[in-house]
């Protein structure tokens, strides 16, 4: 008689074979879809290896170059490079948010960016999108107070005095704290935001301090199980420095969100305070958002964690952004007479300095800036802030994507906006910077263009704050600089962005030269 274990060997062997081998490389739907890795059918660790050592856009990109619109990255995952059928898809609707997202959550609650469920997330939506929305922005008492003391209290001055002391400025970091300021003061009143863009050392410790937990968010977003029992033993994956921070950074939050609700309810006078004072705006809507909603947790924390989300959000993004079109302005220094000369026919203008009590253009007149808009988008289209994938998980219902068999239930499917940005048939040329295609092309070629386009995502999920980093800062913002300076490249070695899902300059600089413009 054959020994047990053996029976057990004979029988269990052909179950492993079949189920990790033949079936996935051969009989499995994905079976029929391009494999990215010769592993894909068999292993996700080839994929986990170039997500944990920032090479995961690119290799995507390549090879979708190879492949065509759809790949299998792993036994369970692919990706998709296409818009009908693709992103119209899976991005509109049906396809609920990976778990991947749980690492976005803050305080140990989900925030809208990472609810994954689609019920809940629009039921926060439909609450505070109304103050992100262009009309409230354009039209808002509060935002043009705030863009006020931005422009003609903050931004000028400093750059007024690099230009008197003849010293380079560090771009990144200054627009990181620009656009902290701008969105923590929409959010929580300008009286309770902070002066990132004056205090520079305030400025340094927050951003270092940002900055430090990068690094680690590889564990909480691919093996957030591992990461869970190797922290039971220690700080082995993770530092203590980690836990530090979020609660540094939480902190901060809070202590925000506790002086918004005193604002909410007090009303503070310019005049007493001897300080601008608006309505913390998004905290309000935060707030409602919380009343009778269907999310189990303390409303405190819910507050606190979307209002987190938000700046962190805001002041990354907006930031990395202006960091690029500056640089790339900078490389192009008739672009910059040109943008000058499309500035100087906004009534007011934004130069500076300006009689008492200085005004700004109206917002409609900036938006319809053409050559600006274009910078802009050409900009997000190259140096996308967030290019990398963005993941979910296919319904209960067998759907088809890119042309393949239907897909079953619980594969992980994304699309990215390196490689949405990159087609070539689309956006010809597609690795050069080129804001003429946004101006030269018959309205058909901008109408597919804008298809493709895919900065702030798509469908229910798309960017909540689109309009506010376009409109309130970043078209405002280089309006102002490029009415009254000149920049010139003094150092932007390490300028290349990281292949990452966030994607900063590898060096985290930028060091320009601002020469006045004389009138």
């Keep these: ?45 080839w994929i986990l290896i170039k997500r944990f050592t920032d090479q995961e856009n690119r290799t995507i990109h390549a090879a979708h170059v190879k492949h065509g619109d759809i790949v299998r990255l792993g036994p369970h995952e692919i990706s998709v490079n296409c818009v009908d059928d693709g992103i119209r898809t899976i991005y509109s609707g049906g396809f609920e948010k ?15 960016f990472s609810t994954a469920e689609s019920k809940p997330h629009s039921y926060r939506r439909r609450v505070i999108a109304n103050v992100y929305s262009k009309s409230y922005l354009q039209s808002s008492p509060e935002m043009h107070k705030i863009a006020q003391v931005m422009i003609f209290s903050r931004i000028f001055p400093i750059l007024e005095t690099a230009v008197i002391e003849q010293k380079a400025v560090e771009v990144l970091e200054l627009s990181h704290a620009i656009a902290m300021d701008f969105i923590a003061a929409f959010m929580f009143g300008l009286q309770n935001g902070p002066n990132f863009t004056q205090d520079v050392s305030a400025r340094r410790h927050f951003l270092a301090t940002y900055r430090s937990r990068r690094p680690y968010r590889f564990w909480s977003g691919e093996l957030p199980g591992l990461k869970s029992i190797l922290s039971k033993i220690g ?40 300080i601008p004072t608006t309505t913390p705006i998004v905290y309000n809507q935060v707030h409602q958002s919380t009343l009778n909603n269907p999310f189990p947790y303390p409303q405190d924390l819910q507050i606190a964690s979307e209002l987190q989300d938000h700046w962190a959000a805001g002041q990354e993004t907006s930031g990395i952004t202006l960091c690029y079109l500056f640089h790339e302005l900078s ?114 070629q901008k109408a597919e263009m804008g298809r493709w386009f895919w900065a702030f995502g798509s469908g229910g999920r798309m960017c909540i704050g689109s309009n ?39 060096a985290e600089k930028l060091i320009l030269r601002y020469e006045r413009v004389e009138k």
């Excluded at 189920?19 to 009989?27: D, G, N, Q, R, T």
């Excluded at 990976?98 to 809208?112: A, E, L, R």
């Excluded at 490249?489 to 300028?495: A, H, P, S």
Aim: charged share 20%; net charge negative.
């Design 1 to 45: 008689m054959l020994p047990v274990t053996l029976i057990a060997t004979l029988c269990i062997f052909p179950y492993v074979i079949y189920k990790y081998i033949i079936y996935p490389a051969l009989i499995s739907p994905l079976s029929k879809i391009p494999n990215a890795h010769p592993s894909s059918p068999f292993s996700p660790l």
């Design 98 to 112: 990976w778990p991947w997202y749980d690492q976005f959550d803050n305080f140990g609650v989900p925030c809208m």
């Design 235 to 274: 700080p082995i994956i993770e530092p203590k420095f980690v836990q530090e921070a979020t609660n540094y950074l939480e902190n901060w939050t809070i202590s925000r969100t506790k002086a918004a609700e005193k604002s909410s309810t007090t009303k503070v006078s310019d005049e007493e305070e001897n």
């Design 331 to 444: 490389l192009h220094p008739e672009l910059q007479e040109q943008l000058r000369k499309e500035f100087l026919t906004l009534s007011p203008t934004l130069e500076h300095p300006r009689p008492s009590n200085p005004k700004l253009p109206s917002p409609q007149s900036l938006d319809a800036l053409p050559l600006l808009h274009a910078c802009l988008m050409e900009t997000l289209r190259l140096h996308a802030a967030i290019p990398g994938p963005e993941p979910r998980i296919t319904p209960t219902k067998p759907t088809s994507l890119a042309g393949s068999p239907r897909l079953p239930p619980g594969v992980r499917v994304s699309s990215q906006p390196y490689t949405l940005h990159r087609r070539a048939d689309v956006f010809p040329d597609p690795e050069a910077w080129k804001p003429e295609r946004w101006l030269e092309a018959r309205e058909e």
């Design 468 to 506: 506010f980093a376009m409109q309130a800062e970043m078209k405002l913002i280089t309006a102002a600089i490029y009415t009254n300076y000149r920049t010139h490249i003094v150092d932007d070695e390490g300028i290349e962005q990281v292949d990452a899902y966030t994607a900063h300059p590898r």
